[in-house]
């Protein structure tokens, strides 16, 4: 029987029962019964169920919490919804004082709360996995020591930096779309229940209480906000997309750091994976999924904003689809951070040392320091790498005397700035692409980290 056939004198249509019904909620069970576990025990303590009926009905729910810990609980074809579900089996239980617990409430709170009870819940393991992945840059970071690399724009090599400067750089990005997750707390921490269907209730209904008992900082301000609105869950699954851009990212240069040409990473065979067809590979497909499945997170957090963005106050059923998009949304998420930290904490680099060429910016500032205008040192360095380009010549070939011959204030001994290390070491700005820097930066992370 479904929570509302009063009115109606025909059993729900198969179509109709197929198509409205949908399963997804069934992962809210655990939120939903704690939710009105709190519930009931606000309907004891104001008077409107008596304490011992409240209490029955507290008893009943906690025996089904646990079956929902223990996997035990069983869903039936007829349970419309997760909230049906858990009333229906309470009847079970209890019998027929079940039929109190939905007093002062309504599906459209009800399931609004238990999306930020999950959400609540699942940000705090996102953060946990985000700092996981952030913990194996920091160590690979270690294990690469000073070793250098090119750092590229427009994917040509531009200067040289510690290749840790470049897994940190990910571990910074990683670190704010954790603090976004922690930030978003702050707007799913509202409890909406005794908002009820949209307008409130008539009983004496205490929000206070029950936010409380949830660990709820705040309760609605208007009841018809508190059920329409799901721009907390449309705020989650940004912060999902947004760490899938971050993993996608990461994703790219460690599939394009595996090829032949670049060479700059092996994987264990335990993270990578075969051809049927041809013998020698060896795939990052971990990787490659990550870059894929960002593509279903960014289509999933589009989708939340477009469901919402045509609907009248307050709520409507096609605010249902909310629950398949940030579900898809957020498996997605989870799985890529746990597969990039693996295949980081696996992974060994051995980055390749750039090309004389990116030492080009370090020696014009070697004549900035000497007082030539910077746009002049600019001009010089680039007649000289025109010069040795026209003579078939590359810049390991560059001698004291090329120096000398393009700037008056160059000396023979310059020519050691040609050296991506040595040009690494001048390297003095905060944060920039040299040890000290790197070494500062894992310190702060590990703070971080704790
Ligand atoms: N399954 C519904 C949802 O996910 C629950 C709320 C149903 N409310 C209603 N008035 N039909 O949104």
Redesign the pocket.
């Known amino acids: 029987m479904t929570l509302w056939s009063g009115r109606f004198e025909e059993v729900p249509d198969d179509v109709l029962w197929g198509f409205t019904v949908?399963t997804s909620?069934r992962r809210l069970l655990v939120d939903d019964i704690t939710g009105s576990i709190a519930h009931v025990h606000m309907l004891g303590t104001t008077g409107i169920v008596s304490e011992t009926e409240a209490a029955t009905i507290g008893d009943g729910l906690s025996a089904i919490l646990d079956e929902a810990w223990a996997d035990s609980f069983e869903f039936k074809d007829g349970d419309e919804?997760v909230?049906s579900a858990v009333e229906r089996r309470l009847t079970e239980l209890v019998g027929i004082v079940a039929a109190k617990l939905h007093t002062g409430r309504?599906?459209?709170d009800?399931?609004c709360l238990d999306i930020r009870l999950y959400l609540r819940r699942s940000a705090h393991v996102r953060v946990d996995q985000i700092k996981s992945l952030i913990r194996s840059l920091v160590d690979q970071a270690e294990n690469v020591g000073d070793a250098v690399s090119p750092s590229y724009t427009h994917l040509q090599q531009a200067q040289a930096i510690p290749f840790a400067h470049h897994l940190l750089a990910y571990a910074w990005m990683l670190k704010r779309d954790a603090d976004r997750f922690t930030d978003m707390c702050e707007r799913v921490d509202v409890s909406p229940l005794g908002a009820s269907?949209s307008g409130g209730s008539s009983l004496p209904l205490d929000p206070d209480q029950t936010a409380a008992l949830m660990g709820f900082a705040n309760t609605f301000d208007n009841s018809l906000d508190a059920v329409a609105s799901r721009d907390f869950v449309s705020e989650y699954a940004f912060c999902c997309a947004q760490t899938m851009v971050t993993l996608s990212r990461l994703s790219e240069e460690l599939i394009l750091w595996a090829t032949t040409e670049f060479d700059w990473v092996s994987y264990p065979d335990r993270h990578t994976t075969g051809s049927s067809a041809m013998p020698h590979k060896k795939n990052p497909d971990m990787a490659e999924l990550v870059r894929g499945k960002s593509a279903i997170v960014l289509g999933a957090a589009s989708g939340l904003l477009i469901l919402q963005k045509g609907l009248p106050m307050t709520?409507n059923?096609d605010?249902?689809e909310?629950?398949n998009l940030v579900f898809q949304a957020d498996d997605a998420t989870g799985g890529s951070l746990v597969a990039l930290a693996a295949m980081i904490e696996g992974a060994e680099f051995h980055p390749r040392e750039p090309t004389r060429w990116v030492t080009a910016l370090d020696l014009a500032e070697v004549l900035v320091e000497r007082g030539v205008p910077f746009r002049i040192a600019h001009e010089v360095i680039g007649v000289l790498v025109s010069d040795l380009v026209a003579d078939g010549r590359t810049m390991d070939q560059l001698t004291g005397a090329d120096l000398v011959a393009a700037h008056r204030l160059f000396t023979i001994d310059d020519v050691q700035w040609s050296n991506p290390r040595t040009s690494m070491e001048r390297r003095i700005t905060p944060g920039g692409g040299s040890m000290a820097s790197v070494n500062r930066q894992l310190e702060d992370l590990k703070t971080y980290l704790g």
């Open positions: 949908d909620d919804d909230h309504s599906r459209n009800q399931i269907a709520y059923r605010l249902q909310d629950k």
